[in-house]
């Protein structure tokens, strides 16, 4: 056999062909070796473009993960002091980067308002809110595994394929 076909991921990304024998896989597959060397070209690239959106997609989770933990962290903060019939309390909370300001807030009041982007701002009440969090937050790091398994099968897919390159060229 003059190539080894492994299988897609369970992302549908297509697997390289370890290409063994040359001569073998040119004479198979009934293409000429520039055809051939133009094809693992594309698919290489294709890897690498694919390889970059991963770890954008990646990288923009990972940030949104402490976020989702903190904002979820203060809503269970709110619980709590609603839980002990503390009236209101002062908070300091970010407006933006470095800058900071003094509210004073009713934890009896039942209710917080989650900043969903996409310029949308939703008001739920803290046990919504807090079950809301926690699927969110789930759901990110589900994504980010899932992520990190596809990066490592793309790795193996660029290392075949270059390593094809220069069974080509050797």
């Known amino acids: 056999m003059a ?23 040119l004479s198979e597959k009934k293409l000429q070796c520039e055809d051939c060397v133009k094809a693992l070209h594309v698919m290489y690239n294709k890897y690498k473009f694919l390889e970059q959106r991963l ?8 940030q949104k993960i402490p976020d989702i933990k903190s904002t979820k962290e203060c809503v269970e903060f709110l619980i709590k002091r609603k839980d002990a019939d503390s009236n209101e309390f002062e908070a300091h909370y970010q407006l933006s980067d470095n800058l900071y300001a003094k509210a004073n807030v009713d934890a009896n009041e039942n209710r917080v308002f989650l900043w969903l982007g996409a310029n949308v701002m939703l008001e739920y009440d803290y ?40 069974l080509f060229f050797w």
Do not use: C, W
Not at 4 to 15: H, L, Q, V, W
Not at 143 to 150: A, F, G, K, L, R
């Open 55 to 62: 770890l954008q997609q990646k990288k923009a989770l990972m």
């Open 127 to 166: 046990k919504d809110a807090r079950a809301l969090l926690e699927k969110n937050l789930k759901s990110a790091q589900m994504q980010v595994e899932t992520i990190s398994t596809d990066l490592n099968f793309l790795k193996d897919q660029i290392t075949i394929s270059e390593v094809d390159f220069i």
């Open 3 to 25: 190539a080894n076909t492994p299988k897609d991921s369970t992302s549908g990304i297509p697997a390289a062909e370890f290409i063994t024998d040359v001569a073998g896989y």
